[in-house]
């Protein structure tokens, strides 16, 4: 059920008015009910996967509670708990493993070895690497004792089920997520208006802008040779489409969980304004960013064998560089796993190193760029640098999408090489050139019109998002005219200049 | 009390919502033959009916088959018509009266592609009036699509701003309102007679066309073709499936493929006990009728209104003879 299906609308509505209707004490069965009734309406095997992960996460859960309750040998029951911890970490990390790397793995040995081993037709049940990271989450917290194992296997269920954010996130945390699934709400009208604003507005995102723009990436991106002037057109138009079919995605979740009166993570924060590669990692898919910081950075950190390689490295380059070079390795870790993370293949590896290489060198660089900053009468406070440091990172993070989108790594400096070596704007307009047709639209200058006053709007709205005024309380204030006038407006532009959006909700990270 | 106000208000945002859409839906949707097709089942009774994709719509001639059969007959052929809403189209039909025969006009490209969402794919569904069997349509189809597609139909033509004042006039014209198919009358193709009559211009021709794929099969399209064919049984209705004539040049390009697909579609239709016939087989004659490529608008076999009715006469013939 796609997120910009009817179905799902009817849906919606239908789980919102009954969640109003019904008794508070069963709005949390409901919304396990609705959970698990989405979920399965992409098929019955799909959903073996998620109950497969919901009772191993929560017998873990309750297990490692148990042991910590009734082995008194401390040393033991950690043991104990660790070994539980593995075996439920090595089932669900090999269950999406197995599924979504297998093939990978076949690729990989076939083009190494000149082997011609078969691909296998695996399932790959949607929101997979979502739900076992909001699980698996959920039992390194419990080993760690930063929650209460939850007891009740519906309860726990519905946190990892949860409809909204089940296919794209955003990644929830047990104590924060939880107690509000489980908590009775009174229907408002405020969040109802937030969340159908917040809505309203992630549509807007994802058919006015990010699928305007999809027409000019696919058509730049799969002819590099026939568009080898317009790679940097290409690399801004994904910059564009990715945010906003992300984020607008992500709107729609969160618009979505609002009308339930549950607050899910905010999963963006203005990336482009980011100053700094490690500023940016802030602020674009924060969830899962948090999530690679807590269960993967600091364990890796604070390891043993990190600590060995840290007194190493003080011994060999010093203090300084010393201290540094450990969480370098750290960060080159994380985003190793971050590009793992985020597909089976080369390229997303390369755009996981990508960045935990810049974050590494800018970690080993930092005292250099002081001085270098004191030397030339640079201060944090100037709006010109600050500028600078933006612009700077959103061409890093340009380069990088060359990797994420294109179709191979080669493929990839091919086009960032032609970007600078046949850079040729007119390619555009060219006669005999076409770049897409969407149901009768060729695209001219008005869908690069339409694209613009998108992100203008866009850019409008992230500046005083950036400013600290929080638009949705400003809007409910305002006079019911004033209101109603924006929701027509939003709903009447998301057909007039929306594009067709293509299979599977069309929102990219609903594939994962 | 306040709580009532805002419902109201909700209400009344839905009503203004809803008329501006209408509105929006009148000025931008030009007016379509399919009205005037579905205007037609619903006031008339047919004996035989023909379904099927564009190939049918610019191929059969029903009043040729009507001549020579003196059966009455409709040709509800539709460009984008997939099996599913050939379904639906056929239950609409049923509501006036039960035909004796149903042909459907099968291509196999429709048989391993996604239904698309081309300008006019949502057409059958915009125009059927409303009844049990639109509800029906609406959940086996609409639901599933983008929802853009059912509470905006004008979406698929917002690109029709420009020509918003033409539509507007002919909708408040009598032919309009009375049905008539007059605005379809063009120089290249003209909607008339119960089919789309083409005249071809000479010259190079579209090479492209949809081949059949085994490997690319819309389950869909399988599900419904099925549906189609049960609910004749279960209606006592005989059912028929044919395939048009392609031109010769491109059966001698793709050959193969047409084989591969007649093979396939041979033994499917064997399977579920349903006569096929296609008229591209070697050693099917086709009386007086040119199969080269002057003699259609393109590789994919949209022919000519003169080799349209040639190749109506020869149906009707075989469709007697498959009575006797």
């Not at chain 2, 996604?114 to 349509?137: A, L, V």
């Not at chain 2, 003169?306 to 498959?322: G, I, P, V």
């Amino acid at each position: 059920m796609s997120l910009i299906s009817m179905e799902f609308l009817l849906f919606v509505i239908l789980a919102v008015a009954g969640y109003y209707w019904i008794p508070q004490k069963y709005q949390w069965i409901w919304l396990l009910a609705f959970s698990y009734i989405y979920y399965t309406s992409g098929g019955i095997r799909v959903t073996c996967f998620l109950v497969f992960t919901t009772l191993t996460s929560w017998g873990a859960g309750v297990w490692m509670e148990k042991i910590s309750e009734t082995i008194k040998d401390k040393r033991n029951a950690k043991r104990t708990k660790r070994q539980i911890l593995t075996a439920a970490l090595v089932l669900n990390f090999g269950v999406l493993g197995v599924l979504k790397y297998t093939n990978f793995a076949i690729d990989t040995a076939n083009s190494l070895f000149g082997a011609e081993f078969d691909r296998l037709q695996l399932l790959l049940p949607l929101g997979i690497s979502f739900y076992t990271f909001q699980s698996m989450g959920y039992i390194l917290d419990v080993y760690w004792g930063r929650v209460k194992a939850e007891h009740h296997l519906f309860r726990f269920a519905l946190f990892v089920s949860f409809f909204p954010q089940i296919l794209q996130g955003p990644i929830g945390r047990y104590h924060s997520l939880s107690q509000q699934l489980y908590a009775s709400h009174t229907f408002s009208w405020n969040p109802i208006q937030q969340g159908f604003l917040r809505i309203l507005w992630g549509y807007f995102k994802k058919m006015v802008i990010a699928d305007n723009a999809v027409i000019f990436v696919d058509a730049i991106f799969e002819h590099p040779d026939l568009y080898n002037g317009l790679g940097i057109v290409g690399v801004l138009a994904y910059s564009i489409q990715l945010y906003c079919d992300f984020s607008g995605g992500m709107d729609v979740v969160i618009g979505i969980a609002e009308l339930f009166g549950i607050h899910l993570d905010e999963n963006f924060k203005r990336p482009y304004f980011a100053v700094s590669i490690t500023d940016f990692w802030h602020r674009w898919h924060i969830t899962l960013g948090t999530w690679m910081k807590d269960y993967v950075f600091y364990p890796v950190s604070l390891s043993g064998w990190m600590k060995s390689f840290s007194k190493f490295a003080k011994k060999t380059c010093g203090k300084q560089t010393g201290r540094t070079l450990p969480i370098c390795l750290a960060n080159l870790i994380v985003f190793l796993v971050v590009g793992v993370w985020h597909g089976a293949a080369w390229k997303f590896i390369i755009y996981g190193l990508y960045n935990g290489l810049i974050i590494a060198f800018s970690g080993l660089m930092a005292p250099s760029y002081r001085k270098w900053k004191t030397a030339l009468h640079i201060t944090d406070n100037s709006t010109a640098f600050h500028l600078f440091q933006m612009f700077r990172t959103f061409l890093l993070v340009n380069i990088s999408w060359f990797f994420d989108r294109a179709e191979d790594v080669k493929t990839a400096f091919l086009m960032m090489r032609n970007t600078l070596t046949h850079f040729n704007l007119g390619q555009i307009l060219e006669p005999g050139i076409e770049i897409g047709e969407a149901s009768g639209t060729t695209y001219t200058l008005v869908a690069i019109g339409v694209i613009l006053a998108g992100c203008l709007l866009l850019f409008v709205v992230s500046v005083l998002e950036e400013q600290g005024k929080n638009l949705a309380e400003i809007f409910v204030r305002q006079h019911w005219l004033v209101k109603g006038a924006v929701y027509l407006l939003l709903i009447l532009l998301l057909p007039a200049l929306g594009q067709p959006s293509g299979e599977a909700g069309g929102f990219i990270y609903a594939q994962f | 009390m306040h709580s009532f106000k805002k419902a109201l208000l909700v209400i009344l945002g839905i009503l203004i919502a809803a008329v501006v859409n209408f509105g929006l839906n009148y000025g931008l949707i030009p007016y379509s033959y399919v009205r005037i097709m579905m205007h037609q089942i619903k006031t008339q009774e047919y004996d035989t009916l023909f379904l099927g994709t564009s190939h049918g719509l610019n191929g059969i001639s029903p009043q040729v088959i009507e001549e020579k059969t003196g059966k009455k007959t409709m040709n509800l052929c539709l460009g984008g018509e997939y099996p599913r809403d050939a379904y639906y189209l056929l239950k609409y039909t049923c509501k006036k009266s039960v035909p004796e025969t149903v042909v459907y006009e099968l291509d196999p490209g429709y048989f391993c592609t996604p239904e698309g969402q081309r300008g006019d794919f949502n057409r059958i569904f915009y125009e059927m009036p409303f009844s049990s069997t639109k509800i029906e349509y609406f959940f086996g189809k609409e639901m599933e699509l983008d929802f853009r597609a059912s509470l905006f139909p004008w979406f698929y033509y917002r690109n029709q701003f420009r020509n918003a004042k033409e539509i507007l006039a002919v909708k408040q014209g009598e032919e309009y309102k009375n049905y008539g198919a007059a605005p379809f009358q063009n120089p290249g193709q003209s909607f008339e007679n119960g089919f789309m009559r083409n005249h071809p211009a000479p010259g190079a021709k579209p090479e492209e066309l949809t081949l059949w794929e085994e490997k690319e099969i819309n389950e869909d399209s399988f599900q419904y073709f099925e549906k189609i064919a049960s609910f004749c049984k279960k209606k006592g209705i005989e059912f028929l499936v044919v395939t048009t004539p392609v031109p010769r040049e491109a059966l001698e390009k793709y050959g193969d493929n047409f084989g591969e697909a007649d093979e396939f579609f041979t033994e499917y239709c064997k399977k579920l006990g349903v006569e096929y016939k296609n008229y591209n087989r070697p050693g099917q004659e086709i009386k007086d009728f040119d199969d080269s490529l002057n003699a259609f608008s393109d590789y994919e076999g949209h022919m000519s209104a003169d080799q349209a009715e040639t190749f109506s006469a020869q149906m009707a013939e075989d469709l007697l003879r498959s009575k006797k």
